[in-house]
């Protein structure tokens, strides 16, 4: 028997909250805005497996980092071969040869980078340390809901169908919630497969007296129709941005279709798999093997994205972020294993790029965590706490990261004014 609940789960419409049934769905559709009443959007992007920051943001001034990863370390600057040599920063810091995109981003200011950054629970768990992060309350299990859904300002208008969304078949944890927000694997997906399915149930929404089903179809329906009509649109990026193939590079571009389609989304969330290195995490040159081939997806994605939205970018920030990092010392199979300090990146929104940010500890065997990771001297939550204290504007940062023993003393200033 078909009923209005067989077809909401069964429709591609993926609409999630923590609060009681339909309070989750959005109200209305969103009126475009002009370009001076143009929302703050902060797009979030999870490498989940732990990505190996000592291997992306390279100590190369660093003897230690060399003896620690005789096989696996990235070389030195080198002008004759660039390919497979680190990116010089600051004489010290280099970036590995696989993000080369993302180098004149951060020589024009628009890229900053926070060395080393992560939790300060010290689990090396993925599920606990994604769990941790995503819900913002590090050491805490009992979080329902996620940063990003609480760092939603609340609204005095009728908000967006699509104002936190996530690029993905489920929802993630850093935007469940009471909230409203919506997760899809694509636009195209992102429908209700059967017309004739569609109209009849639109149809007995419409007619119930139950006013919270009536309320819930209605706005179903709507944001169906909305991202119907986006879907009608052609999209073609700008500035000739080509992103690469692969699900990420798809997730971001069309993150930045939703964007320039003016519909109001304030949060959105894309995460890329594949970064836990045991194993042959390099070849035999720097450029070759599995990590420079994710990072060249990464890279040429997030530069993609920039340049499609570059005229854009300042009401628009992005941060990287991945539950912990990898050892200092790399195991026997050319790989790492569990390490705790990593590195996020920021740009757009009136980051202040072309810096490093964080203080540098050392590889020293008396320097590394327990005595095999490099140690964190930031936060993870000092980088998100800015970006929402200030790129969107919600100063209640004890309601967005509960426990959290900081504030704007805390901040790195890689925000401006």
């Not at 005789?70 to 071969?81: C, E, G, L, R």
């Amino acid at each position: 028997m078909n009923t209005r609940r067989i077809f909401l789960r069964n429709s591609a419409l993926a609409m999630v909250g923590v609060g009681a049934a339909p309070v989750w769905l959005t109200r209305a559709l969103y009126a475009a805005d002009s370009p001076s009443r143009r929302k703050k959007t902060l797009v979030a992007i999870f490498q989940r497996g732990a990505c190996d920051g000592l291997n992306i943001v390279v100590p190369f001034g660093e003897k230690r980092y060399y003896e620690l990863r005789p096989t696996i370390a990235v070389p030195k600057p080198s002008a004759s071969s660039p390919e497979d040599s680190a990116i010089d920063f600051d004489g010290f810091f280099g970036l590995h040869p696989a993000l080369a995109p993302l180098k004149p981003l951060y020589d024009a200011k628009h890229l900053a980078i926070v060395n080393p950054a992560g939790s300060p629970d010290p689990s090396r768990s993925h599920f606990d340390a994604q769990d941790f992060m995503e819900s913002g309350t590090p050491g805490l299990k009992s979080t329902r809901d996620g940063w990003m859904n609480r760092a939603l300002v609340p609204e005095r208008v009728k908000s967006s169908a699509v104002r936190a969304l996530a690029l993905g078949q489920s929802l993630p944890r850093s935007l469940r919630g009471r909230n409203a927000a919506i997760a899809m694997n694509s636009l195209v997906e992102f429908r209700v497969q059967d017309a004739n399915a569609s109209n009849m149930y639109e149809s007995m929404y419409v007619q119930t007296r139950d006013t919270l089903l009536h309320g819930a179809g209605k706005d179903t329906f709507e944001a169906v129709k909305l991202l119907k009509s986006i879907q009608a649109r052609p999209y073609t990026p700008a500035a000739n941005a080509k992103y690469p193939p692969g699900r990420f590079g798809e997730s971001l571009r069309q993150i930045a279709q939703l964007i320039k389609a003016d519909v109001g989304v304030e949060v959105a969330f894309a995460d890329m798999g594949g970064w836990d290195h045991h194993v042959n995490e390099v070849g035999q040159r720097a450029s070759q093997g599995a990590l420079p081939n994710l990072l060249r997806e990464f890279g040429g994605a997030l530069a993609a994205f920039w340049h499609d939205l570059e005229d854009r970018m300042a009401d628009i920030a992005v941060v990287t972020m991945s539950e912990f990092g990898r050892t200092a010392h790399e195991n026997g199979n050319r790989g790492t294993d569990h390490g705790r300090g990593n590195v996020m990146f920021a740009m757009g929104g009136g980051v202040r790029g072309g810096k490093l940010y964080g203080e540098w500890p050392g590889l020293e065997k008396e320097q590394l965590y327990e005595g095999r990771d490099l140690d964190l001297t930031t936060d993870f939550r000092d980088v998100l706490g800015e970006l929402v204290y200030t790129h969107l504007g919600n100063r209640d940062l004890s309601a967005v990261f509960p426990g959290y023993p900081g504030g704007p003393e805390k901040f790195r200033g890689l925000m401006g004014a």
